[in-house]
């Protein structure tokens, strides 16, 4: 199970992309989501707030999310709630998790149990952050040393979000 997340203030206050100062050292996530990079982009743009996984987490604050396949960090998000779901939750909510295609239904609803791990305000870095990707990570990544994994990335400014509060199913 990954580390204790840590929060960060809100990113409505926006940073300059190319000057400002990326957040205090140690309110850098440490720990990472390894996904696939569509579903990054979907939550980036506040589409996808809903991860769906066959666990329930207790983890709560921001996470950084690494692109599969890669040994790249892309964006971090908060986790601000994990609930059951059954398949009329799972049915009645696509636009929060974005699951349409036949096969990852399929595989969402064979599931012993699902769960909806709800994310929340989500940032882009200006730039890809590199970071240390053990072969043997297959769901989190332990950042280690998030001072050094963090020490150049920027975030990029805030834009309005049309996201509302993740909501529980139903």
Known sequence: SPPAATSLPDSSSAQDAGNASPPPASLWPTCALKIKRNWIDLILDGTKTWELRSANTKLRGRIALAATRTSFLLEDVEIVDSVQLSAADFHANVSKHCVRDADTTAQALNYKTLFAWQLASPRRYVTPTPYPNPGTAVVWVVLRSP??????????????STQSSPAAPG
């Not at 050094?148 to 920027?154: C, D, L, S």
Request: hydrophobic share 35%.
């Open 147 to 160: 001072v050094e994994v963090f020490a150049g990335t920027r975030i990029t400014p805030s834009t309005p």
